[in-house]
């Protein structure tokens, strides 16, 4: 349970962001930080077992057990490694970001200027990513590690967009990248299983396809190797994280320093147990890593802004990480991941120093920062310590981690000399390239050797030393790496664990619930020996790989020397393009495509959409049928004494009122013989003894009758007029279509008796739900999953019509005025009595007053009953949510002007909170055995099911979308010209009403015009 109570902890972080961030403003990441320390001692158990290779308990969690789809969670060496760095260092920066974000401006990568409750979106994202990330760590399910794959992307995504409407291009291209390498994982994911027929990743890498399928390994290592880049900031996907540097510091300090990029280490050593000795793989891998390395190095060199130069550091660091992946070895495996957490502490550590300079001199760019060190002693003490880690400089542990990596790559292709030669040249100019931008850190940001005197710089005597609480967490991890490395060999069996999980095959024997996994235990005849203890040191004596050190250092040290011919030739333009540009170009590229492919169809006429998918279904239809036919299928018989007499009557008001339909020129016309129709159908519907479902027919047509007319105001009068041919071509798409679906209802129903499906569902279904309507144990236990979709679809939908109708202006969903010598389309002329009627809207709407008065409560009494009994008889969260909307629309109607049924966040509470009712219902359901598993008691001998708490999400997100709809369509009206008769004089009256319709309309419009905002919904449109 171990792994359970790490993700659990970060998402009580996640879960107390707001009220903590209420209470304590910037001092929430306090106890955020205590949250996290306390998953990472969650995970010193297994952590204890693995490292003792004990075998590591599985927790199983049944997601769809008819697909044999289970939530796995385990902590191999592997995924620990992950956990650890995410929850320790997150733990770092969340108790920096406490005094970071004080008074200062998290726009453009600066400090946060907002306060209190403001930084909740801060700690949220903070949180939700390391969610994200411990359940992509430690599981062994293949789709809850797509699944977090993408919410790790989401949240990166979010958090750059959180920095401000700048970095929403940088945020956006982010989010490509990732989003096209979890496209790619998920082919080779998809690939995987079908292959191997299991879902879990542990049985999947120890089946025999990787041996006996060449072809398919390699294809699905590709795969996997070009998902990993897009996350790891791999050439050609680079480009995107010194983008993400728009974010503040200590977003990129936690994302692109322990986090997110490490995502693509991860998956890396994941499935390196399968592709570690795949040639293809092994050469991705070291070719791309080390190009990387160097080329991001030289872009480094290049900037000026410490944190862009961070961002390349970083990008250039995973290339080291990644080539040592692909040597394959198991040596190579342990120096990657002791680099792996060499880079996650100097790393994140340099990144908030960085902050620090930028929150004491308020500028991070070399140009503008003098000699600083003086002012900030423990500031540049810590910067040094970790660079020099980074540039590899005895005794810190990014040396030792470093010399391990030269060592490994000596082992590359087998140790071919070409190999290996081409491999250690890459590495030293890599190392040289990596000394030198390490030095433009201390020498630029501290010591003033890169200052423009003509650029305008806060003066060095105005800086001071940060505070402790800012420079001590920052400091804390980029400074440890010299007494870490003073101890090295405690890193000896915790990457020797990692470094054996990810080299040999994975989790052999495969593993049962509850049982654990022993790692390097391969199947007889496959491998001979995998086991390799690493062991690290200091000193290994005199050999290759220290005269390369001394080489790298000794030429790093010149070149700093003579930097300046260095930074001269750097101090251009090296490519006459960027990875963003290119990525532009592509985009749009793409958009154009996508532009010519919809043009056929980019329309918003329902005749063009419905008519090309009429026909093909009617041309499928008649092709299945046809092949059928001549295939010698036979037609049952039809089943006796199911017709009776009022169908041929309710059959004959349909035909009417469908020809009817087809040539009504009046949009109302049209309407009220739809509603017809539909009236006819739900006698039918009643008839055939489906009071459930006539009921429900029977109430949306009620409401959709006062949705047509709360649309039709908008619209004009008449239908345009359509052209012969076009009307040629819909009679006769319409009578084949016709034709096509009489026939296909004659021939598949009426010739069966129940389906075996249906019957089950009869004879059991009381007994198994406790509930005798077999209608709605259908909809919220056998099929509550479709019915829990269905409840997310009208949701967002009602989203969508706020969203959509409330950043519209009022006056633009008015259709065009007419020539002045014609009526208003859509307006009432009316002369005489019917006019003074019209114009008195108080005395108008006294009998639906007195008729609201009195049913409303009766209809509210009525949904609850509904909604209570659904489960035993006609009714349910559906039909009860439909009832209480009628009541709503009787108080709408019953209103003397339009205005909003309630205020407008209700409607939006309604959906969210039923939304939130039935998917914790569905959680629930986990602890009996699934999602959404009902449970059943018996209080005072009345029978309870979760179902009712279910069907009340149900009916709440119902509500919300028609109360939406009459907020956004109800709240405001065309206008109402009143027409005098032929003799009757145009009275003062009359004008008097007509003036004050004028003042009405005109203050309407108005406010119509101040506000676009889409948040206040049905406000933007009320009078």
């Given at each position: ?146 699944v ?10 979010a958090?750059i967009?959180?920095?401000g ?7 956006l ?6 989003v096209?390498?979890?496209?790619v ?8 299983w079908i ?24 294809a699905?290592?590709?795969?996997v ?9 791999q ?21 692109h ?6 995502a693509?280490?991860?998956?890396f050593?994941r499935?390196?147990?399968?592709f ?63 680099h792996?957490?060499?880079?996650a ?14 929150h ?22 810590a ?18 981690s ?43 940001g ?26 001590l ?64 040191v ?18 790093g040290a ?12 750097l ?9 963003a540009?290119?990525?532009e ?5 793409l958009?154009r ?38 295939g ?59 009071p ?96 829990f ?31 002045a ?7 009432v ?32 009494l ?9 489960h035993n008889?006609?009714g ?12 709503f ?39 009996l ?29 119902v ?49 119509r015009?101040?506000?676009?905002d ?10």
């Amino acid at each position: 349970m171990s792994p359970v109570l790490a993700i659990a902890s970060a998402g009580l972080a996640t879960l107390f962001a707001w009220p903590l961030t209420r209470w304590l403003g910037r001092g929430a990441g306090w106890p955020l930080a205590a949250l996290y320390l306390i998953g990472a001692f969650a995970l010193l158990s297994p952590l204890s077992l693995a490292l003792s290779g004990m075998p590591t308990e599985v927790v199983r969690i049944p997601w769809v057990p008819a697909r044999d789809w289970t939530l796995d969670l385990f902590a191999d060496p592997t995924g620990l490694l992950f956990a650890m760095l995410a929850l320790v260092i997150g733990a770092v920066v969340l108790i920096y970001s406490s005094s970071y974000l004080s008074g200062g401006d998290t726009r453009g990568g600066g400090r946060a200027r907002t306060r209190g409750p403001q930084h909740y979106g801060f700690f949220q994202l903070m949180t939700l990513f390391t969610v994200s990330m411990l359940g992509l760590v430690l599981t062994d399910s293949m789709v809850l590690l797509y699944v977090c794959w993408e919410l790790t992307s989401l949240a990166s995504f979010a958090l750059i967009a959180n920095s401000g409407r700048p970095a929403y291009p940088a945020a956006l291209r982010t989010l490509t990248i990732t989003v096209v390498g979890g496209l790619v994982l998920l082919v080779a994911l998809v690939a995987i299983w079908i292959r191997t027929g299991t879902t879990s990743i542990s049985e999947a890498l120890s089946h025999d396809v990787w041996y006996t399928d060449p072809g398919f390994t390699a294809a699905v290592a590709v795969a996997v190797a070009v998902a990993a880049f897009t996350k790891s900031a791999q050439f050609p996907f680079h480009f995107w994280l010194p983008d993400a540097m728009a974010a503040a510091t200590p977003v990129s300090a936690y994302l692109h320093a322990a986090a997110v990029v490490k995502a693509g280490i991860f998956l890396f050593m994941r499935f390196s147990p399968a592709f570690h000795d795949v040639p293809v793989w092994n050469a991705l891998l070291v070719s791309v890593g080390m190009g990387t390395a160097v080329m991001a190095a030289v872009f480094a060199l290049q900037k000026t802004d410490l944190k862009q130069l961070m961002a390349y550091s970083t990008v250039s660091q995973l290339g080291w990480i990644t080539a040592a992946i692909g040597v394959g070895t198991q040596e190579a495996l342990a120096a990657a991941a002791l680099h792996t957490v060499a880079h996650a502490l100097f790393k994140s550590g340099l990144f908030m120093l960085v902050g620090v300079i930028d929150h004491e001199a308020g500028a991070r760019d070399i140009r503008d920062l003098g000699p600083l060190w003086r002012r900030m002693p423990w500031a540049f003490g810590a910067t040094v310590l970790g660079a020099a880690a980074m540039a590899a400089v005895p005794p810190t542990l990014g040396f030792v981690s470093k010399e391990s990596m030269l060592i490994a790559f000596g082992d590359v292709a087998g140790g071919q000399p070409v190999a290996v030669t081409a491999l250690l040249a890459g590495a030293v100019i890599g190392a040289i390239l990596t000394f030198l931008y390490c030095a433009r850190i201390v020498l630029g940001g501290f010591l003033g050797a890169y200052r423009d005197p003509s650029r305008p710089a806060k003066d060095v005597d105005e800086v001071h030393e940060a505070p402790v609480r800012l420079w001590l967490p920052a400091a804390l991890p980029a400074a440890i790496g010299l007494p870490l490395a003073l101890v090295v060999w405690i890193f000896d069996v915790p990457m020797s664990a990692v470094a054996e999980a990810a080299a040999g095959p994975f989790g052999w024997p495969p593993h049962e619930p509850g049982i654990g996994v022993v790692y390097g235990t391969p199947p007889a005849g496959t491998i001979d020996d995998l086991t390799h203890e690493a062991h690290f040191v200091l000193w290994h004596g005199l050999t290759l790989e220290v005269g390369l050190t001394a080489l790298i250092l000794v030429a790093g040290a010149l070149l700093v020397w003579r930097r300046r011919p260095v930074d001269r030739l750097l101090d251009r333009e090296l490519l006459p393009f960027t990875g963003a540009s290119v990525l532009e170009s592509l985009t749009s590229a793409l958009t154009r495509a996508g532009r010519a492919l919809v043009r056929p169809t980019a329309s918003d006429s329902p005749a063009r959409h419905a008519g090309a998918l009429l026909a093909v279904l009617t041309v499928y239809a008649v092709g299945i049928g046809g092949w059928a036919l001549a295939g010698g299928t036979t037609i049952p018989p039809r089943v006796g004494g199911l017709d009776r007499s009022i169908d041929i009557v309710l059959l004959i008001v349909v035909i009417v009122g469908v020809l009817g339909l087809c040539t009504a020129h009046s949009r109302l016309a049209a309407a009220v013989l739809l509603s017809a129709v539909g009236i006819a159908v739900t006698i039918q519907i009643f008839g055939l003894g489906a009071p459930d479902v006539g009921m429900t027919q029977l109430l949306v047509e009620a409401l959709t009758v006062i949705m047509f007319v709360l649309v039709l105001r908008r619209l004009p009068r008449d239908f345009i007029a359509a052209s012969l041919p076009r009307n040629t071509a819909a009679i006769v798409l319409a009578v084949l279509t016709g034709v096509t679906a009489t026939i296909g209802v004659l021939v598949f129903t009426g010739r069966r008796e129940r389906s075996p499906v249906g019957m089950y569902l009869l004879e059991n279904g009381p007994e198994i739900t406790g509930g005798s309507n077999v209608v709605n144990t259908i909809l919220v236990e056998f099929r509550a999953l479709d019915t829990f979709g269905e409840v997310a679809v009208l949701g967002v939908a009602g989203i969508a019509i706020l969203g959509v109708l409330g950043s519209v202006r009022a006056t633009a969903l008015a259709i065009d005025p007419p020539p002045a010598d014609e009526p208003l389309p859509g307006t009432v002329q009316s002369t005489g009595t019917a006019a003074e009627a019209l114009e008195d809207a108080t005395r108008n709407t006294v009998p639906l007053k007195l008729l609201a008065r009195g049913v409303t409560p009766i209809l509210a009494l009525v949904s609850v009953m509904l909604l209570w009994r659904g489960h035993n008889e006609p009714g349910g969260g559906f039909i009860a949510a439909l009832v209480a909307a009628c009541a709503f629309a009787l108080i709408y109607l019953a209103r003397e002007s339009d205005r909003p049924v309630s205020r407008p966040s209700t409607p939006v509470a309604l959906i969210g909170g039923g939304l939130v009712v039935a998917g914790l219902t569905g959680i629930g359901g986990y602890f009996l055995g699934q999602f959404l598993q009902p449970a059943h008691w018996y209080v005072a001998g009345q029978h309870l099911s979760s179902a009712l708490i279910f069907d009340l999400g149900v009916f709440a997100g119902v509500l919300g979308l028609v109360m939406t709809a009459f907020n956004t369509l109800g709240a405001g009206r065309a206008p109402i010209e009143v027409v005098p008769g032929p003799d009757e004089p145009d009275t003062g009256r009359r004008a008097a009403a007509r003036g004050r319709r004028g003042r009405r309309d005109a203050d309407l419009g108005g406010a119509r015009d101040e506000g676009r905002d889409v948040g206040r919904g049905a406000e933007e449109v009320a009078p």
